[in-house]
Structures are given as C-alpha cells and as structure tokens.
C-alpha cells in the first residue's frame, strides 16, 4: 500500500531504528538525519517517515507531509545557522539525476558558498 514501509529500503531501515543515523530533528511525520557522506559543512536529509519513492509521489499523494518536509528543512536551515549565508535544499528526482535512495528524501545543504547551476 502507498506509504507503507518497505523491507529493502534503507531510509525505512532508518525511520524504524534498524540503521542508525545521527539525528538532529523528528516530528510525527518527518525525520532529519546527517548524510553520511556530507557534500556541505550541512548536509542533513529530511525524509517523511512514510515510503514514497520521490518528492513528487510524496506531494501528489500527501501533500502536507510534502509540506510538512520543506517546512522542516527551513527549521534545520535555522538550527543549523546556515540561514544567512544561504543553503540550498534538493530533492534529486530519478538516477539520471543522481537519486541513488527511492525514499523521498530532501538535502539540505550550506555552510559554505554554492554554485549555480549545480552540475
Ligand atoms: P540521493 O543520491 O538519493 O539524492 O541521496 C541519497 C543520500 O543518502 C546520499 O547523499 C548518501 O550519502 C546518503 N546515504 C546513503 N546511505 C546512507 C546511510 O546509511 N546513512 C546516511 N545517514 N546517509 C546515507
Ligand atoms: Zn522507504
């Protein structure tokens, strides 16, 4: 069913506890942990806690949990006092864009000087 875990997806192995992640923030909905192999002084991951394979599917399905995820990534932007400076969140979307998990994950990344547009 929509949403519902799956058995061969790491992100749902996170949300469940099974791989451990160093998190920084949690709601009912939504999980932040740092990306293990951080491209930024702040790279975190906000992923719903729910299964979907990309940020659309997510938002075409439960678009506040959608909201829920951005909303959430402002919130570790501020933690993180990466705000001033300026941060980017990404939500790659597909292999051919470099989508390697299929759990709707979004990255938020700052703490030093951006490109664009990103390669
Ligand atoms: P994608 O390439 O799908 O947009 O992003 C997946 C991200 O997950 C990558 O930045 C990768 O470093 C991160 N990642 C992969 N495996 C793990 C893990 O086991 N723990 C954590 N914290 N991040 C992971
Ligand atoms: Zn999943």
């Keep these: 069913m929509a949403g519902e875990p799956q058995a061969d997806c790491l992100f ?6 099974a791989v451990p992640a160093t998190v920084v923030r949690e709601t ?11 491209q930024a ?4 991951l906000v992923i719903p806690k729910a299964h979907y394979p990309d940020a659309a ?3 075409a399905a439960e678009p506040g949990i959608a909201a829920d995820v951005l909303a959430e ?8 006092k ?4 300026g941060y980017r969140i990404v939500l ?14 979004a990255h ?11 390669g």
């Design 12 to 17: 749902c192995k996170i949300v469940a506890g």
């Design 28 to 38: 009912g909905t939504t999980i932040a942990f740092r990306d293990i192999n951080p």
């Design 41 to 44: 002084p702040t790279h975190v």
């Design 57 to 59: 599917s997510l938002a």
């Design 73 to 80: 990534a402002g919130r570790v932007a501020a933690d993180e």
């Design 82 to 85: 990466i705000e001033e400076l």
């Design 92 to 105: 790659n979307t597909g292999a051919g864009a470099g989508q390697t998990v299929f759990h709707a994950h």
């Design 108 to 118: 938020v990344l700052g703490g030093r000087g951006l490109e664009w547009p990103p």
